[in-house]
């Protein structure tokens, strides 16, 4: 079971991608701040990290840069309400990025492809 | 001394004495100044006085050496005069020059004035004066204009006519410049051609001249090495005068003076008088120049003030642009978050609701009405993007020089020199201009921090067929292989500082724009960063001027 950390600071928004992923049969995380999200890092395991950018205190893309920084093993898919990071060079760092939307195909699609490329890799000799 | 003589009548008719002219009537009643005045050019009364020295006791016998010793004063009396006349003539001229310069700052209008000068009875005399000026560009000294009788009898008609009416030098120089001007220049046309010659021809007698600043007088332009056949031939004399005009070391032009219609021997003093007005009347000229291209660079800041003042009026309309964009998405931001929240939950409920159930249609118009939303939201979002669209059609010499321009400063204090090479005509490119320019920075920036002790960087445009490069070199200690495959991946860095992320977003910025970077270099050798961009085939947007 793939375990996924969702970093995001609107508490409902964590509530409903923690609900919705869990369905996909994952096991996820949530962290409100950075530096929760750093903080759980730091303890556990995880497959994979959906990031919002937009966030009080600590930007997404500084808690990104420092996990691309650590763990460059770790996929990242960059969440936000705003379609114009994708201007901002620091957002290309993450794997995937996807607009919010009550629709969570896309996310799904996005999770599920980056987890299968970490499987094949891993399993190249 | 009684030989016929009639010193020692009182008074005399006309026909006893030849040498009493017509007007000096008074003369032939007035013994006294008749002696004085006429009686010494008379041979009878000279042959007289002469012979009083038979006796050396005789104080009379004195009388010859007085008179040799008075004829001498009176030669010298008659030169004196002719002198202070040249000199009151250049004072006088001077003063009138003097005037003219004070108040015109019309080219024209002063060269007028000093041909003027030199061709009428009144300034020097000389028959025709001719003015060659070094042109703007400073490569030669061009026939600018020449006055003077086009034939014989025009000589002297041409003043003549003005002085009757005893104007001074300035008012004739008015006229002259009014009326005459456009007309003499059009009979001399030919002339003035002739005679321009290149300033790089250091051995052409007037290059020369003007070169050592020192006039000359030519007896015999023949005889003189450096002047074309043609030239002389054009001219039409061989005794000329030229005076370089010269204000503070800078070159003005050469003017040359000549007795063409009378063949009057030019004098020294001819000379000497033309050189002390060559320099106000240079003054001038220079000055008149200085204020036409103040003229000009006052027009060209007017306009470059009026381009300032649109783009300032550009540049207002794009931040009000801009902030409705911000303020558009902060709004999508806040409508955003919780309508995928509502829309979120709405579809996590259906799920687990049997398509029979009542509530499903419920929740259903929630789903569908959340989406409505989003789509209205992307399609707001849309449109305040498309207000500013990120790849736009630049000139890669203009992207070249504005990054060179921002980095200036660092290249200075680095003590590096930079050369900018931009090949001028480059087809416009579509580009997106903020981030193409965060990856040139990005290049030039490494360069820089290549050379730690300064150097020389260059930045170079160049196009071929379809293939457009900007190339970035250095003098620095260069790439060794091994650094050279990692150079473009994240967070790679061979300096303690920076974050290592300048050259592999420079990669993934020319992967979004279909262009490739080529890195040279060999270790100790220098290094060659070259961004390849494809112009589009099908759209022709014509060629910028380039840089």
């Known amino acids: 079971m793939a375990r996924l950390l969702v970093v995001d600071d609107e508490r409902d928004i964590r509530h409903l991608y923690a609900a919705e992923l869990s369905d996909e049969g994952y096991k996820v995380e949530t962290a409100g701040t950075g530096s929760e999200a750093a903080a759980l890092l730091e303890g556990q395991a995880f497959d994979l990290v959906v990031l919002d950018i937009q966030m009080k205190g600590e930007s997404g893309l500084q808690v990104l840069q420092k996990i691309v920084k650590e763990r460059s093993d770790l996929p990242v898919v960059l969440c936000t309400a705003f379609s114009c990071y994708k201007d901002d060079f620091s957002s290309w760092l993450a794997d995937a990025y996807v607009v919010k939307s009550s629709d969570l195909t896309e996310l799904k699609g996005e999770i599920r492809r980056l987890l299968e490329k970490k499987e094949s890799s891993l399993r190249r000799p | ?547």
């Open chain 2, 1 to 547: 001394m009684d030989n016929g003589c009639c010193w020692h009548k009182e008074q005399i008719a006309p026909e006893d004495c030849p040498y009493v002219r017509p007007g000096e009537s008074e003369l032939l009643l007035n013994r006294k100044k008749r002696i004085l005045k006429r009686c010494f050019e008379c041979p009878h009364f000279m042959e007289g006085l002469k012979g009083l020295d038979k006796d050396p006791g005789d104080p009379v016998s004195l009388v010859p050496c007085l008179l040799d010793e008075l004829q001498a004063l009176r030669i010298q009396t008659r030169e004196l005069s002719g002198q202070i006349e040249v000199r009151n003539r250049e004072v006088k001229f001077l003063h009138e020059v003097s005037l003219v310069l004070q108040t015109s700052v019309d080219r024209d209008e002063v060269i007028a004035m000093a041909l003027t000068a030199v061709t009428s009875g009144k300034g020097f005399g000389l028959n025709r004066a001719i003015l060659l000026l070094v042109d703007k560009e400073r490569h030669s000294l061009k026939g600018y204009f020449a006055v003077g009788p086009g034939k014989e009898e025009d000589a002297g008609r041409l003043w003549r006519e003005i002085e009757d009416h005893n104007y001074t030098l300035r008012e004739m120089a008015r006229l002259f410049f009014e009326q005459r001007m456009a007309a003499e220049r059009e009979k001399f046309k030919g002339l003035l051609e002739k005679l321009s010659t290149p300033l790089s021809r250091g051995d052409h007698l007037f290059i020369r001249t003007l070169n050592g600043q020192l006039s000359r007088h030519v007896e015999d332009l023949s005889r003189e090495s450096g002047i074309d056949p043609e030239q002389i031939a054009a001219l039409g004399v061989t005794e000329v005068v030229l005076v370089p005009l010269v204000s503070k070391e800078r070159r003005i032009g050469l003017l040359i003076a000549d007795n063409v219609i009378n063949r009057r021997p030019i004098s020294t003093e001819d000379l000497h008088s033309l050189e002390t007005f060559a320099l106000p009347v240079s003054f001038a000229i220079e000055r008149a120049a200085l204020y036409e291209r103040l003229q000009e660079e006052l027009v060209k800041l007017t306009e470059a003030h009026q381009r300032l003042q649109d783009q300032q009026e550009l540049i207002l309309r794009m931040e009000k642009m801009a902030l409705v964009g911000k303020i558009t998405a902060n709004i999508a931001h806040s409508i955003r978050n919780p309508l995928t929240i509502i829309g979120g939950f709405a579809r996590s409920l259906i799920k687990n609701i049997p398509p029979e159930d009542e509530k499903r249609r419920h929740i259903e118009s929630i789903v569908r009405e959340a989406r409505r939303l989003e789509e209205v939201l992307q399609e707001v979002l849309n449109y305040s993007e498309s207000l500013h669209p990120t790849f736009d059609l630049w000139d890669v010499n203009q992207l070249a020089t504005g990054v060179y321009g921002g980095l200036r400063e660092d290249l200075e204090l680095s003590v590096i020199d930079c050369r900018l090479d931009l090949q001028p005509g480059l087809p416009m490119i579509q580009l997106d201009y903020k981030k193409m320019v965060y990856c040139l920075r990005s290049i030039i920036n490494n360069a820089i921090e290549a050379l730690p002790r300064g150097g020389s960087l260059g930045i170079r445009t160049s196009g071929v067929g379809d293939d457009l490069q900007i190339t970035v070199t250095d003098s620095g200690p260069g790439i060794s292989p091994d650094v050279l495959r990692s150079v473009t991946s994240p967070f790679f860095s061979t300096k303690e500082e920076g974050s290592g992320l300048g050259l592999s977003l420079c990669a993934r910025i020319l992967e979004a724009h279909g262009a490739t970077l080529d890195i040279e270099g060999c270790e100790g050798d220098g290094t060659a960063f070259t961004i390849h961009m494809k112009t589009p085939k099908e759209e022709n947007h014509g060629s910028t001027s380039g840089g």
